[in-house]
């Protein structure tokens, strides 16, 4: 007796193969990242606390941040951000200080650690990408370089206009 045939599925159109394709290097790059890394550097924060640390890092030219902007912006609640910046704080990635303008508030900054670990971190990723992509030809590495910033530019601009909605949304309950 024959085993049944699976039922037949049409292919996926090429916009789902590509958002697949993206989920699952995107896997893949944090499996190799985090298998290939020295555990000392790399690994010393969990992702969500990367996250947060990465959003704090690429706002520190603007000074010190309030906690609950950067639960607004990364659409986390104030608990949880705190509870992540709790963590960083603990292991010396962020300082956390009353806000000069409001006693109440507290905001929040990459600490001397933190900008010591960024180096160590920006170094052994410089190291991994140069592994990684040593068999991908420059010419395909920069396509994909303008179509990811493309992308990004794209999703990025939607995140806002998201959170203008909604915080738009919330004002007028």
Not at 28 to 43: Q, S, W
Not at 74 to 95: H, Y
Not at 147 to 159: E, F, M, P, Q, T
Request: proline letters at 6%; hydrophobic letters at 40%.
């Amino acid at each position: 007796m024959n085993a049944p045939s699976p039922p037949h599925r049409p292919p996926a159109s090429p916009d789902l193969e590509i958002w697949r394709r993206t989920l699952h290097v995107s896997d893949l790059f944090r499996i190799v990242v985090k298998k290939g890394a020295d555990n000392e550097h790399m690994n010393r924060i969990t992702v969500n606390q990367a996250r947060i640390f990465g959003y704090i890092f690429s706002r520190s030219g603007e000074g010190p941040i309030r906690i609950s902007k950067l639960a607004h912006d990364l659409d986390v609640t104030p608990a949880a951000a705190g509870q992540a910046v709790d963590r960083l704080v603990k292991a010396g990635m962020v300082d956390r200080e009353t806000d000069p303008t409001d006693r109440r508030a507290f905001v929040i900054s990459i600490s001397g650690k933190g900008r010591e670990h960024l180096r160590e971190y920006e170094t052994r990723c410089r190291e991994l990408s140069d592994e990684l992509l040593a068999d991908i030809l420059p010419a395909d590495i920069a396509a994909f370089d303008r179509v990811l910033s493309a992308v990004y530019d794209g999703l990025a601009a939607k995140w806002q206009e998201i959170l203008a909605a909604r915080d738009k949304s919330r004002s007028e309950d």
